[in-house]
């Protein structure tokens, strides 16, 4: 009887061990916006990690995260760190590129709660009158990644986070482009 429970236990793991190393080992979260404001005015609201606290979904989630920026003011070469709650963790941005109102990409470096390095992009495409700001955030997926993602959508995690940040940083570009027009 116990032999008969050990191999029951020893197959759901195997079994469990296989459907976590078919999950896809690369994601990618997406989300858009368009935004009432010329790309140049929301490109420097990204381009500018000082500027992130007025619009940034986890700034908002722990205001005592010790926060510092090294590097270049702006632009290629700028950094971010921070170090806070559980809810924020402890990691680095980096912008690696910047392309004036077109592209900005960041290596992002998850350090705590755990360790991983993303690849974030901003896009920004001019539609009439307005901007289209694409969000991105990808990355690999190791095995325990894999194995969360069997339980939690990952997807819908940090894509609403994605989305709150979007519509704050619409309420911060319009404001800004309203000032900009007059």
């Given at each position: 009887?116990?032999?008969?429970?050990?191999?029951?236990?020893?197959?759901?793991?195997?079994?469990?061990?296989?459907?976590?190393?078919?999950?896809?080992?690369?994601?990618?979260?997406?989300?858009?916006?368009?935004?009432?404001?010329?790309p140049?005015?929301?490109?420097?609201?990204?381009?500018?990690?000082?500027k992130?606290?007025?619009?940034?979904?986890?700034?908002?989630?722990?205001?005592?995260?010790?926060?510092?920026?090294?590097?270049?003011?702006?632009?290629?070469?700028?950094?971010?760190?921070?170090?806070?709650?559980?809810?924020?963790?402890?990691?680095?941005?980096?912008?690696?590129?910047?392309?004036?109102s077109?592209?900005?990409?960041?290596?992002?470096?998850?350090?705590?709660?755990?360790?991983?390095?993303?690849?974030?992009?901003?896009?920004?495409?001019?539609?009439?009158?307005?901007?289209?700001?694409?969000?991105?955030?990808?990355?690999?997926?190791?095995?325990?990644?894999?194995?969360?993602?069997?339980?939690?959508?990952?997807?819908?995690?940090?894509?609403?986070?994605?989305?709150?940040?979007?519509e704050?940083?619409?309420?911060?570009?319009?404001?800004?482009?309203?000032?900009?027009m007059?």
């Amino acid at each position: 009887m116990f032999l008969d429970i050990l191999i029951l236990l020893a197959a759901i793991l195997l079994v469990l061990v296989v459907v976590v190393a078919m999950q896809p080992s690369e994601f990618r979260i997406t989300r858009k916006a368009a935004i009432n404001a010329p790309p140049s005015v929301i490109f420097a609201q990204v381009n500018d990690f000082r500027k992130w606290e007025a619009w940034s979904p986890w700034a908002k989630m722990d205001r005592t995260a010790k926060n510092t920026f090294e590097g270049a003011p702006a632009g290629a070469g700028a950094v971010f760190k921070w170090a806070g709650s559980n809810k924020v963790g402890e990691g680095c941005m980096t912008l690696v590129e910047s392309r004036p109102s077109e592209l900005i990409r960041i290596k992002l470096e998850f350090l705590k709660p755990f360790k991983a390095t993303n690849t974030a992009e901003f896009t920004f495409h001019p539609e009439g009158n307005q901007t289209v700001v694409s969000w991105s955030m990808s990355g690999k997926n190791n095995f325990l990644c894999k194995g969360v993602g069997l339980f939690m959508n990952c997807d819908k995690m940090c894509g609403d986070q994605f989305e709150r940040g979007l519509e704050a940083m619409k309420a911060v570009a319009e404001a800004g482009a309203e000032t900009v027009m007059r």
